[in-house]
């Protein structure tokens, strides 16, 4: 395993897997543009953790500064993202707060609790859905991405509710989004199997367990869920964009799938945890600081 810390590095033809730590907005604009094609990531979500990191994402004022932000991210993913490349983007959803700062831990999820929350977003009232996905989605398209699909992730095993004056949730989204209007897309890579023991066209309802981990990043991808984005969006040793890289479970499946790896992680921990992760199953990784 190869480690490297530069203050700031230089927009450079990208020649192996590597992990940025740092800001994605400061990092992308290092990368070099068309240099990625495929991106497959979960930003944090608006207003259900606080990582207790400066400059983290999810738990802007308003939801508005939340998506705004996003989209500037975005923006400039899609300049390294090549012509031909595709987005795949989990998000989740929530509630409104009904302006308490504060939420109290449920007694089968005890994780959920904070200390801050934002307040309820204008226009909207307690206890209403705030619909994130959608509204980023839009915003998305809005900005010149090609909205394609909205993959509904099915969860069979999801995290039980306490709540009695709704169903329960459990599901979440993930869209795809294109660059252009014609893009790479191997239909026939990601097959899922059909009810007569043959296979099929992927569907747009994913029915995929979530998955546990030993690791302090409880929010982790399972790696079924990415494993198709790969396969279709992809061809073997292609550059795969992850901009919100967590513990590195993008890596993970893009070393099973023999492609490579760009990784952009905020928090130290984790930059940390996805190194470990990922050196028992790689030669080298190098991690760049950006200032």
Not at 79 to 100: A, E, F, K, M, Q
Not at 167 to 185: G, I, N, T, V
Not at 243 to 249: A, K, L
Not at 257 to 278: Q, S
């Amino acid at each position: 395993m190869k480690l490297e810390s530069i203050p700031s590095p230089d927009r450079a033809p990208l020649t192996d897997s590597v992990l940025y730590e740092g800001d994605a907005l400061q990092v992308l604009p290092h990368l070099p543009s068309g240099s990625v094609q495929c991106v497959v990531t979960s930003p944090p979500y608006w207003g259900l953790r606080d990582y207790g990191i400066e400059g983290q994402i999810g738990l802007e004022k308003s939801l508005h500064q939340f998506i705004n932000r996003l989209v500037a991210i975005f923006a400039d993913v899609k300049r390294v993202l090549r012509n031909d490349g595709v987005l795949w983007l989990n998000i989740g959803d929530g509630y409104t707060s009904g302006n308490r700062g504060y939420r109290a831990p449920d007694r089968k999820n005890p994780a959920r609790a904070m200390s801050v929350r934002p307040d309820t977003p204008e226009g909207l009232k307690p206890k209403d859905l705030l619909g994130i996905p959608w509204r980023l989605a839009l915003a998305l398209q809005e900005d010149g991405w090609y909205l394609r699909s909205d993959i509904v992730w099915h969860k069979p095993n999801a995290m039980p509710e306490s709540v009695k004056d709704r169903p329960s949730r459990s599901h979440e989204y993930l869209f795809m989004l294109a660059k252009s209007e014609r893009y790479f897309y191997d239909h026939q890579a990601a097959r899922e199997p059909a009810a007569n023991g043959s296979s099929r066209n992927l569907r747009s309802v994913w029915s995929i367990h979530t998955q546990a981990t030993d690791h302090a990043h409880y929010a982790v991808f399972p790696p079924a869920l990415i494993e198709p984005c790969i396969l279709s969006s992809s061809r073997e040793q292609d550059f795969i964009l992850d901009p919100f890289f967590g513990s590195g479970t993008v890596g993970l499946v893009c070393q099973k799938l023999n492609r490579r790896f760009v990784g952009i992680e905020l928090n130290p921990e984790y930059a940390d945890l996805a190194v470990k992760r990922l050196e028992t199953l790689m030669h080298k990784v190098v991690r760049l600081k950006a200032a």
